[in-house]
């Protein structure tokens, strides 16, 4: 999947934000003549624009990186061909942040859908959560020396401290509220049998045996609408991006050369 992060300010610098030339012509600093700018420097790093200290610690970046520069009277073929590649890269990114931000706009995440994303999300949640706790241990015998263990009396809890190789061994064994999401589908399985305080096992996972023991279950507290918007908004663009992008790439002509998917091909011409 494509990424690509929110970069308001420096698609504000790639627009020039309605402030012309002035704000682009903002000298910061100049090295034997080498101007570095405002434009640059937020270029470099957007947050520098409301921070002053992150600004001067890239602007005596620059000048360090231009007084080594300057000491470079040629530049190697090899050298130059990755700098303009660079150059073309940053183009094509910024490019292409401008048309998403613009594809976003043109597509909102209106109260309409967010209500609708609130329900599909709602919707999809499981129905219950097991508050269970586990011991993991590296075989069958050893799950089975610790169920005969729980059987004469000892603690859950102090078993899980002693002999767990599992997750939060040190707090008992405890998980916290888990789901069908959460919980490996063979401990699931065997929770779902289970009533408060007993114990399943031994059930073969991963990395070992295990024992669970189910102490409570509940209903799903469903998150409120406000707090799911940032991550629904952020699912809705990037839904929006994939199908646009879909689009795009069915009314082009992409061609992707064989060498692009053989890593082995690019280091070799490279002498790596």
């Known amino acids: 999947m494509l990424s690509l992060p929110f970069r308001a300010a420096a698609l504000a610098a790639l627009l020039g934000s309605g402030c012309g030339s002035a ?6 600093a ?19 624009a409301a ?12 000048v360090q990186q231009q ?9 190697p073929p090899a050298l130059q061909q990755r700098i303009e590649a660079a150059q073309e890269n940053l183009r094509r990114q910024q490019l292409a942040q401008l048309a998403a931000d613009t594809l976003w706009q043109q597509h909102p995440f209106d109260a309409a859908q967010q ?9 999809a949640l499981p129905a219950h959560e ?5 011991i993991v241990v590296a075989s069958p015998d050893a799950a089975h ?10 603690s859950f809890a102090a078993l899980a401290v002693q002999r767990s190789i599992g997750a939060n061994a040190e707090f008992g064994g405890a998980l916290g509220w888990q789901s069908a999401r959460t919980l490996p589908a063979a401990v699931l399985g065997e929770v779902r049998k289970l009533k408060a305080g007993q114990v399943a096992g031994p059930i073969a996972l991963d990395n070992g045996y295990g024992i669970v023991q189910w102490i409570a279950q509940r209903d799903t507290p469903k998150p409120t609408l406000q707090q799911l918007v940032p991550s629904l908004e952020q699912q809705w663009r990037n839904d929006q991006l994939q199908q646009h992008l879909a689009e795009l790439r069915k009314a082009a002509k992409v061609e992707v050369a064989p060498q692009a998917a053989d890593a082995k091909t690019g280091a070799n011409e490279h002498g790596h």
């Open 23 to 28: 704000y682009a012509a903002q000298t910061l």
């Open 30 to 48: 100049s090295v034997d003549g080498h101007a570095l700018t405002l434009q640059q420097v937020e270029a470099a790093n957007p947050q520098a």
């Open 51 to 62: 921070n002053a200290p992150l600004r001067q610690q890239i602007v005596e970046q620059f």
């Open 67 to 75: 007084l080594l520069a300057d000491t470079v009277h040629e530049v």
């Open 115 to 123: 209500k609708a994303a609130y329900a599909r999300a709602l919707a």
């Open 130 to 134: 097991y508050w269970v706790r586990w």
């Open 145 to 154: 020396e610790v169920l005969d263990a729980l059987r004469q009396g000892r």
